[in-house]
């Protein structure tokens, strides 16, 4: 039921692009992405409700493909406060509201 | 600015004893959780609430119970504390149905058990 997100760890330069994955193997209503540094609360970044819907915050955006039950983050330009752990949480249709968040993958943004 | 308080940033408590995390927050929201956070494992949901005296289980009940006789108040009873339960633990709260605009987290109780 855990969403799976790939990869696990990514090591950046200043100014590279990364792409972090959540894949769920059941049908989801929303995703949510969230970031926390080390030692801190997880923050949040965005939700997206439909299917194919896309966000940006900042240089920071997601797309959510419904059918393929999965959902992308993509950070353009990094820069080193992006550094963190970053987690997406699925909502699955069908009512509640409880959402189940995948392991996390740790990014790191080197100078 | 809007804030979910924990009680204790951290906690060291014996093998067999009675603990109580508390959680206080200050946006009027209806929906209270409790998740636990393990390297590796990510946050898994142990408890949530959506009003004053609901309560429901998540996906790793077992060994914890849970009080809400506040709106704002969302305490985590660990009924018999055992070292498996050493971790770091987060609350969140939301806005009711769908988390529209994300959970808002405290920023963790991390206890150890001896």
């Known amino acids: 039921q855990q969403p799976v997100q790939s990869p696990q760890a990514v090591i950046l330069r200043e100014g590279e692009d990364a792409v972090i994955n959540c894949s769920s193997s059941?049908?989801?209503?929303?995703v949510h992405w969230y970031r926390q540094k080390h030692g801190e609360a997880p923050v949040f970044l965005m939700i997206l409700l439909k299917g194919g819907e896309q966000k940006g915050h900042e240089k920071i955006s997601a797309s959510f493909n419904e059918k393929k039950q999965q959902s992308s983050l993509y950070l353009t330009a990094s820069q080193l406060s992006y550094s963190g752990t970053y987690f997406c949480g699925t909502e699955m249709g069908g009512g509640g509201f409880k959402t189940i968040f995948g392991a996390g993958t740790r990014l790191f943004v080197k100078a | 600015d809007v804030k979910v308080t924990q009680s204790s940033r951290y906690l060291v408590k014996r093998t067999g004893e009675k603990v109580f995390l508390e959680c206080v927050q200050d946006m009027d929201h209806e929906n209270m959780f409790w998740y636990r956070q393990d390297p590796g494992l990510g946050l898994r949901l142990i408890y949530f609430?959506?009003?004053?005296?609901?309560?429901e289980k998540g996906d790793i009940p077992e060994g914890y119970s849970v009080s809400r006789e506040k709106k704002e108040r969302f305490s985590l009873i660990l009924e018999s504390a055992s070292t498996n339960q050493t971790s770091m633990y987060l609350c969140?709260?939301?806005?009711?149905?769908?988390?529209?605009?994300?959970?808002?987290f405290g920023s963790g109780t991390r206890l150890t058990v001896v």
């Open positions: 059941k049908a989801l209503y929303s």
């Open positions: 609430s959506y009003d004053v005296k609901m309560k």
């Open positions: 969140a709260s939301s806005f009711p149905l769908r988390a529209y605009y994300g959970y808002t």
